[in-house]
């Protein structure tokens, strides 16, 4: 599971792995959805599903904004996202999905293009959730 093929990796046209995620700062609330949120190398990783109904399958949808969607930022500030309309048809899209406990998030999405549909990066794999510790109960 740690091995070096773990992580969420993210590619360009001129590099299959230019990152790697391995870990994310993991929230769930049943108001407000589920956020992942990593870092490397100055980059963002952030993952948002609302409305969250438990720890299974989550369609991306490409070019539409529903609530649900992965977005990266890069150290310059520019943002790549599952729901920004590409600048012409392309197929697929993309999915979050989690292990049965929600310890692990696996999610892809190809072709996640910049808001200009200039750019675009590739992004697929597995990493470790961390959760807030919970607070004892009175």
Same mark, same amino acid.
């Given at each position: 599971?740690? +091995?070096?093929?773990?992580?969420?990796?993210?590619?360009?046209?001129?590099?299959?792995?230019?990152?790697?995620?391995?870990? *994310?700062?993991?929230?769930?609330?049943?108001?407000?959805?589920?956020?992942? /949120?990593?870092? /490397?190398?100055?980059?963002?990783?952030?993952?948002?599903?609302?409305?969250?109904?438990?720890?299974?399958?989550?369609?991306?949808?490409?070019?539409?904004?529903?609530?649900?969607?992965?977005?990266?930022?890069?150290?310059?500030?520019?943002?790549?996202?599952?729901?920004?309309?590409?600048?012409?048809?392309?197929? +697929?899209?993309?999915?979050?999905?989690?292990?049965?406990? +929600?310890?692990?998030?696996?999610?892809?999405? *190809?072709?996640?293009?910049?808001? /200009?549909?200039? /750019?675009?990066?590739?992004?697929?794999?597995?990493?470790?959730?961390?959760?807030?510790?919970?607070?004892?109960?009175?």
């Amino acid at each position: 599971a740690d +091995g070096p093929a773990f992580g969420i990796r993210v590619a360009d046209s001129q590099n299959p792995t230019v990152l790697t995620f391995r870990s *994310a700062k993991c929230f769930h609330y049943s108001k407000t959805g589920f956020t992942a /949120d990593a870092v /490397d190398q100055g980059w963002d990783l952030f993952v948002r599903i609302r409305p969250f109904t438990g720890f299974h399958r989550y369609e991306l949808v490409r070019g539409r904004f529903n609530g649900t969607f992965m977005k990266l930022v890069s150290p310059s500030g520019v943002e790549y996202a599952s729901d920004f309309v590409p600048p012409h048809h392309e197929p +697929g899209a993309g999915q979050i999905n989690f292990s049965g406990n +929600g310890n692990l998030l696996g999610g892809g999405f *190809a072709n996640m293009f910049n808001a /200009d549909g200039s /750019d675009a990066l590739d992004v697929a794999g597995v990493l470790r959730c961390h959760y807030p510790k919970q607070k004892p109960k009175r």
